[in-house]
């Protein structure tokens, strides 16, 4: 090649970098001409989306959407807030947006609340604070209660204290606060924590197939427990199946949106169809006893045990700021003072603290228990995962964040965190489904000897109670086996309602028979109140006849009639003591006995295996 050649080549990869670069900067231009026009002259227009309450399948509210200009390529929100944001006009548009989904909203007169997208950024700014958006609520006639600023990360979020004193502000002008994308974000669940919202959307990812996934389906249970304690609402968007809309349902999320309930519009129904409120009002006797099912877990918390770095008491902060500067993946330090934990120090506590103007200089050459939680979760290390998850839903998010500290007879061993602690309750929970009779969701065969055994080697006094339905085949050939497993799902519901969840075990040995470990004191009155119940509701399934004449007839094989009584049920109670069974065999085979004689009795009845008490009682003597 000549040089004559590569220099005609450079000319040309010049020529054409600038011919780039230029049509780039008349893109942009372009762009930004339109932005200027769509604000100048307020070319949006708002689609809203109802939000409904599951359990009425009432409508809450509607959230306010944005559309550009339909000719336009910013007719997009996402374009549009793309292009906002790099030429710096992210909050001029979002104010543009809300005044025009508010105007609408006010026009077109929808019943309940408006949630209204802001993001963090926009929600810090000056005017924000001084009532701006709250004016011209005052000016369309909203009453503030009615509106829900729910919060949208397009960018990460630093200054948490900042954020909750804008939160505060807006609550205090009678706002209630949402936060969009729960478990997306950048930082969504220390958004949660921080700001202490009333409502959390989950991320439409966790929502869509969650029918089909047993690891989304844990997702959205742990939320919705977490939710619970915490008194928010959840609500689940993204809903675009009726399959993804039944499982919300059993799960008792409060909240659905999603195209499967209503498209955004620009103007939406004012009630929810015919079709979504039948299945909304459809048998939810299955998804109770699948979220009330428990599945007593194996493992103990020393499984999820790391031993991290730990630091003593008189540590300075600066000291403690070069652990976590040397370490990017060390998140939590523990403070232990002579095999003895105080507290713990959270990385993104302490770096926020710093960032602050003359917080280094003021903290940096005094002791770490400046920036320590001093009331973290202490758990012995044989403390069951299942105990564990109870304590972290009752206590303050933020100690979910911190994690566990494990300890041995109260001596310091290591750190559990709260990641790894979902992770091992979800697996199990997975495990337990795996083993889960398919119609009740009550723990099958697998579990139940595994929980006797587990009460066997721990020598812990329990009450097995064997629950068996009679004369229910009759019923099954005559009514159809539809009407049969309805029976069976009602006895599981029955069987839940009077067990106690954090002492008691139910599991579905299979067909129409049952098993209850009582480690409830009062287990015998709550026999008795399993039984009044069951007598009640069985009649339901019952004509008035058949109930009048307290059975009825039906042909055998040979052809003759034969009078059926109602289904009844019956209980056959054994106590198990310490070093009296060895397996679950045994306890099983004795329980068995012991419903066979409560068989023997008409009606519903309780038979209570006496012989156990007898034999104790002979050997004091």
Same mark, same amino acid.
């Given at each position: 090649?000549?040089?004559?050649?590569?220099?005609?080549?450079?000319?040309?990869?010049?020529?054409?970098?600038?011919?780039?670069?230029?049509?780039?900067?008349?893109?942009?231009?372009?762009?930004?001409?339109?932005?200027?026009?769509?604000?100048?002259?307020?070319?949006?227009?708002?689609?809203?989306?109802?939000?409904?309450?599951?359990?009425?399948?009432?409508?809450?509210?509607?959230?306010?959407?944005?559309?550009?200009?339909?000719?336009?390529?910013?007719?997009?929100?996402?374009?549009?807030?793309?292009?906002?944001?790099?030429?710096?006009?992210?909050?001029?548009?979002?104010?543009?947006?809300?005044?025009?989904?508010?105007?609408?909203?006010?026009?077109?007169?929808?019943?309940?609340?408006?949630?209204?997208?802001?993001?963090?950024?926009?929600?810090?700014?000056?005017?924000?604070?001084?009532?701006?958006?709250?004016?011209?609520?005052?000016?369309?006639?909203?009453?503030?209660?009615?509106?829900?600023?729910?919060?949208?990360?397009?960018?990460?979020?630093?200054?948490?204290?900042?954020?909750?004193?804008?939160?505060?502000?807006?609550?205090?002008?009678?706002?209630?606060?949402?936060?969009?994308?729960?478990?997306?974000?950048?930082?969504?669940?220390?958004?949660?924590?921080?700001?202490?919202?009333?409502?959390?959307?989950?991320?439409?990812?966790?929502?869509?197939?969650?029918?089909?996934?047993?690891?989304?389906?844990?997702?959205?249970?742990?939320?919705?427990?977490?939710?619970?304690?915490?008194?928010?609402?959840?609500?689940?968007?993204?809903?675009?199946?009726?399959?993804?809309?039944?499982?919300?349902?059993?799960?008792?999320?409060?909240?659905?949106?999603?195209?499967?309930?209503?498209?955004?519009?620009?103007?939406?129904?004012?009630?929810?169809?015919?079709?979504?409120?039948?299945?909304?009002?459809?048998?939810?006797?299955?998804?109770?006893?699948?979220?009330?099912?428990?599945?007593?877990?194996?493992?103990?918390?020393?499984?999820?045990?790391?031993?991290?770095?730990?630091?003593?008491?008189?540590?300075?902060?600066?000291?403690?700021?070069?652990?976590?500067?040397? @370490?990017?993946?060390?998140?939590? %330090?523990? $403070?232990? &003072?002579? !095999?003895?934990?105080? /507290? #713990?120090?959270?990385?993104?506590?302490?770096?926020?603290?710093?960032?602050?103007?003359?917080?280094?200089?003021?903290?940096?050459?005094?002791?770490?228990?400046?920036?320590?939680?001093?009331?973290?979760?202490?758990?012995?290390?044989?403390?069951?995962?299942?105990?564990?998850?109870?304590?972290?839903?009752?206590?303050?998010? @933020?100690?979910?964040?911190?994690? %566990?500290? $494990?300890? &041995?007879? !109260?001596?310091?061993? /290591? #750190?559990?965190?709260?990641?790894?602690?979902?992770?091992?309750?979800?697996?199990?929970?997975?495990?337990?489904?795996?083993?889960?009779?398919?119609?009740?969701?009550?723990?099958?065969?697998?579990?139940?000897?595994?929980?006797?055994?587990?009460?066997?080697?721990?020598?812990?006094?329990?009450?097995?109670?064997?629950?068996?339905?009679?004369?229910?085949?009759?019923?099954?050939?005559?009514?159809?086996?539809?009407?049969?497993?309805?029976?069976?799902?009602?006895?599981?519901?029955?069987?839940?309602?009077?067990?106690?969840?954090?002492?008691?075990?139910?599991?579905?040995?299979?067909?129409?028979?049952?098993?209850?470990?009582?480690?409830?004191?009062?287990?015998?009155?709550?026999?008795?109140?399993?039984?009044?119940?069951?007598?009640?509701?069985?009649?339901?399934?019952?004509?008035?006849?058949?109930?009048?004449?307290?059975?009825?007839?039906?042909?055998?094989?040979?052809?003759?009639?034969?009078?059926?009584?109602?289904?009844?049920?019956?209980?056959?109670?054994?106590?198990?003591?310490?070093?009296?069974?060895?397996?679950?065999?045994?306890?099983?085979?004795?329980?068995?006995?012991?419903?066979?004689?409560?068989?023997?009795?008409?009606?519903?009845?309780?038979?209570?295996?006496?012989?156990?008490?007898?034999?104790?009682?002979?050997?004091?003597?």
């Amino acid at each position: 090649m000549t040089d004559d050649t590569l220099e005609y080549a450079f000319y040309e990869a010049v020529s054409d970098s600038v011919t780039s670069e230029t049509l780039s900067q008349e893109k942009n231009a372009a762009v930004l001409t339109q932005l200027h026009r769509i604000i100048r002259h307020q070319l949006l227009s708002a689609r809203f989306q109802p939000i409904i309450q599951m359990h009425s399948g009432e409508i809450l509210g509607y959230e306010g959407l944005i559309r550009g200009p339909s000719d336009s390529a910013l007719h997009s929100p996402l374009n549009l807030f793309k292009a906002a944001a790099e030429h710096h006009l992210t909050v001029t548009v979002e104010h543009l947006c809300r005044r025009i989904v508010l105007e609408q909203f006010a026009a077109l007169n929808l019943p309940g609340k408006l949630f209204l997208n802001v993001s963090p950024e926009c929600l810090l700014q000056r005017d924000a604070k001084h009532g701006e958006t709250l004016d011209y609520i005052h000016e369309l006639g909203i009453n503030p209660q009615r509106v829900i600023i729910e919060l949208t990360e397009y960018q990460p979020t630093h200054d948490y204290s900042l954020l909750r004193e804008a939160v505060l502000h807006y609550r205090n002008m009678g706002f209630e606060i949402a936060i969009d994308d729960l478990g997306e974000g950048f930082s969504s669940l220390r958004l949660w924590s921080e700001l202490k919202p009333e409502y959390v959307k989950i991320d439409m990812h966790f929502i869509q197939g969650i029918d089909l996934d047993p690891v989304k389906m844990q997702f959205v249970r742990s939320i919705q427990s977490i939710a619970e304690q915490c008194g928010t609402h959840v609500v689940a968007e993204g809903i675009e199946t009726q399959a993804e809309l039944i499982a919300i349902r059993d799960l008792g999320v409060s909240c659905g949106q999603g195209y499967h309930i209503a498209r955004p519009h620009a103007t939406p129904d004012k009630a929810i169809s015919a079709n979504v409120a039948k299945l909304l009002s459809g048998h939810l006797s299955n998804g109770k006893l699948r979220q009330n099912a428990r599945f007593e877990p194996e493992s103990t918390i020393e499984k999820i045990l790391k031993t991290p770095i730990t630091v003593r008491s008189s540590m300075l902060n600066n000291e403690v700021d070069a652990l976590f500067l040397r @370490d990017p993946k060390l998140q939590i %330090i523990p $403070i232990v &003072d002579d !095999g003895i934990a105080i /507290g #713990l120090i959270n990385r993104y506590h302490m770096i926020d603290c710093f960032a602050r103007p003359f917080q280094r200089e003021l903290y940096g050459k005094k002791a770490c228990t400046v920036f320590m939680e001093a009331l973290p979760i202490i758990v012995d290390k044989n403390t069951s995962m299942q105990e564990v998850s109870h304590i972290i839903v009752e206590a303050n998010p @933020d100690q979910l964040i911190n994690g %566990i500290i $494990i300890t &041995d007879q !109260g001596q310091y061993l /290591g #750190l559990g965190t709260g990641p790894d602690l979902m992770r091992e309750i979800t697996q199990m929970q997975i495990k337990a489904a795996r083993y889960a009779n398919p119609l009740t969701q009550l723990p099958g065969n697998v579990p139940i000897n595994e929980h006797i055994d587990e009460l066997l080697q721990k020598h812990t006094s329990f009450v097995a109670c064997y629950c068996d339905l009679d004369h229910f085949k009759p019923f099954n050939d005559m009514y159809g086996y539809r009407r049969g497993d309805d029976i069976i799902q009602m006895t599981g519901e029955v069987l839940m309602q009077h067990c106690d969840a954090q002492h008691d075990f139910i599991g579905h040995i299979g067909g129409d028979d049952f098993i209850i470990l009582f480690q409830s004191s009062d287990w015998e009155q709550r026999c008795q109140a399993i039984l009044e119940n069951f007598a009640s509701a069985i009649q339901d399934f019952y004509s008035h006849e058949d109930k009048a004449h307290g059975g009825y007839l039906s042909e055998d094989r040979q052809g003759k009639k034969v009078f059926h009584p109602l289904v009844s049920l019956s209980l056959g109670v054994v106590k198990s003591r310490p070093q009296q069974y060895y397996s679950h065999h045994q306890i099983s085979i004795a329980a068995s006995d012991a419903k066979k004689q409560a068989k023997k009795i008409h009606g519903n009845s309780l038979f209570i295996d006496r012989r156990s008490e007898t034999e104790a009682n002979s050997l004091q003597k």
